[in-house]
């Protein structure tokens, strides 16, 4: 899945791939927005930035993807495929993997949600970053960890809590 960056040098953490057209009805520049997601990411966790590639597709794709690299035949939200460093030539810039995002599923949990497309698009786009770096949500320390370290990626994009309800929020 894998786009190549041309040059040795990182103009851009976020290489941004659109094989769904809906979801520029979501988000209108994707790029800017992976980019801007990335820098804050890796801002927070004080690391170099690293490429990553972004694909924005539909359920079908990824339930493909999910069936043959997760032996998951459904679609599912995001998908991070990390990458092994030592498979890059040496003057290639640091990669970290891609990210995929299906779009059917996003927008339903985020209407499920009571939440807004754009601000879940942004909590899936640093979650699937965050699995990048290392960061996991299957022991609990490791997603109180990994919700933490969104909440406050999310809050310098100003969003809110990606973890309270609509319901519970407008009660607060």
Known sequence: ????????????????????DGWCDVIADLETVCHDALSVVFAVLDKPPAGVGFLFTDDRAVQALNATYRSQDKP???????????ALPPDQPAYLGDVALARETVLAEAAAQGKSATAHSHH????????????????PA???????????????????????DAAEAETE
């Open 1 to 20: 899945m894998r786009s190549s960056i041309a040059t040795p040098e990182l103009a851009s953490p976020a290489d941004v791939r659109i094989d769904d």
């Open 76 to 86: 599912t939200n995001v998908l991070s495929f990390p990458c092994d460093p030592s």
């Open 124 to 139: 899936l786009i640093i979650h699937g970053a965050l699995h990048l770096l290392g960061h996991d949500h299957v022991d």
């Open 142 to 164: 490791e997603a109180e960890t990994m919700e933490a370290l969104e909440r406050a990626i999310l809050a310098r994009l100003g969003y809110g809590d990606p973890y309270i």
